[in-house]
Structures are given as C-alpha cells and as structure tokens.
C-alpha cells in the first residue's frame, strides 16, 4: 500500500515538474479535483474515517453535501482540491435503483 501511495505522490509531483519544465503545454484553467473515498462500510465506520481525515487537514466536514447522502471533507490548494467522501448507503441505493433503468428507455429516432 506505502509503494503504491508513493508512486502516486511521484508522479503527481513528476507531472507538475514536466508542466512547470514546458510551458507551452496546456493545462485546464478549470479546478482539478482528486476524490477518495473510504472503503465500503456501515455508514458510522465510513462517516468515523471522514472525521479522521477531516481532523488530519483540519477542515471541517462540508454541509452542503450531507442531503446527498455523501459525507465529506476537502482542501484547497490554489485550484487544485483533494475531497475524501464517504457515500452512504442510502445514497448508493437510490443510485442502484436509478441505474438499474439504464438502458430500458429507448428514444426513436426522428
């Protein structure tokens, strides 16, 4: 787990290195987000791994999200986001039960 959290810090940091280098390579104007999620759990334990994260940056958990059942936590650095999202159950069955339609509508072609 370490080796794979470490290649990813490498080459996020070999990535801003190589666009820092090369200027005349574009880059999104728009936020960069990085999303993690806790493993699946019952919601207090994925809730209790937020607040860990949460108490690691020092952020609090964010409000806005709470009616869509996901229960996260985020810092900025300039425009780039790191957000560690805990998707509770609720909100993982209501997305079951929406997606299991996908592909059962078919629109004809005018």
């Given amino acids: 787990m370490q080796n794979e959290r470490d290649a990813f810090i490498a080459g996020l940091i070999a990535l801003a290195g190589f666009l820092k280098a090369n200027p005349e390579i574009p880059v999104s104007l728009a936020p960069v987000i990085l999303r993690a ?14 607040d860990r994260v949460a108490a690691l940056l020092g952020t609090e958990i964010d409000p806005d999200h709470l009616p869509y059942g ?13 957000e560690f999202i805990a998707i ?7 997305h079951a039960a929406e997606d299991s339609y996908r592909g059962c509508i078919k629109i004809d072609n005018l």
Wanted: avoid cysteine; charge should be neutral; hydrophobic fraction near 45%.
């Fill in 88 to 94: 509770l159950a609720a909100a993982r069955a209501r």
């Fill in 37 to 50: 999620f806790p493993a699946n759990g019952p919601d207090d334990q994925m809730r209790a791994e937020v």
């Fill in 70 to 82: 996901h229960y996260m936590t985020a810092i900025d650095f300039g425009p780039v986001r790191y």
